[in-house]
């Protein structure tokens, strides 16, 4: 079955921190992996995906199928940047198949001034 | 464009008592979805509309559950009769077509309490 794991709840860093958030997933084909942020009082929003390889706010994440993750990395964290992250995955999507998100957790990030 | 909406936004109903929440999905997506979160756990799946079409429904928690998206536009999710555990924020998402990736656009949600 397909799992997305978020191991951290909360993840509280300084502004100008570098901030990796993790992201593990278990899937035995092809994966679509994507970062979603909710920030305060806001709907959810795509953030990234791992096809598009584009680096979003200042936020990259490559997928790395040996460790089956894929972190989400900002070299220098603003205050901005505090929200929920949740990582997602699918399948097939690019072929069409607009299947359903499984979701982690989600991850609490806040950057202190 | 307002994006997807959803409705109401709060819902407090006592056990066993009906609730219909509506979702509007941005004009011309022939997607929607629905999931739902209840506190501590992850975001859930619980079905999807292609058009007027339910293309997935695995997520359906059980039969108290009854989705409809008329003509393909607007959905309802209706829960009856409810439960406490079916207490969370229900999400909508939206996206566009059947061709290639189209990302999923997310209504506000709708918190729904049941005491």
């Known amino acids: 079955a397909q799992r997305v794991t978020q191991p951290e709840k909360l993840l509280s860093v300084f502004k100008g921190a570098p901030v990796e958030l993790k992201c593990n997933y278990s899937?035995?084909?092809?994966?679509?992996l994507f970062w979603y942020v909710q920030y305060s009082r806001q709907r959810l929003q795509l953030l990234l995906r791992h096809i598009s390889r584009e680096s979003i706010k200042g936020f990259t994440a490559d997928l790395n199928k040996g460790e089956t993750s894929f972190h989400l990395k900002k070299p220098f964290a603003q205050e901005e940047d505090s929200a929920m992250y949740y990582c997602?995955?699918?399948?097939?999507?690019?072929?069409?198949?607009?299947?359903?998100?499984?979701w982690g957790l989600g991850t609490s990030l806040a950057v202190n001034p | 464009e307002a994006g997807v909406t959803q409705f109401p936004s709060h819902s407090v109903i006592e056990k066993g008592q009906t609730v219909t929440l509506r979702c509007d999905p941005i004009?011309?997506?022939?997607?929607l979805y629905w999931y739902r979160r209840v506190m501590g756990k992850e975001i859930k799946f619980l079905l999807h509309?292609?058009?007027?079409?339910?293309?997935?429904e695995s997520g359906m928690p059980n039969n108290r559950f009854l989705a409809e998206r008329t003509g393909g536009t607007y959905s309802t999710l209706k829960v009856q009769p409810a439960e406490l555990e079916d207490s969370g924020v229900y999400f909508c998402a939206s996206s566009l077509g059947l061709v290639g990736y189209n990302e999923q656009f997310f209504g506000p949600g709708t918190r729904l309490t049941v005491l």
């Open positions: 004009s011309g997506h022939d997607n």
């Open positions: 509309f292609v058009k007027e079409s339910k293309q997935d």
């Open positions: 899937y035995s084909g092809s994966p679509e």
């Open positions: 997602a995955l699918s399948w097939g999507v690019n072929a069409g198949n607009n299947r359903k998100l499984i």
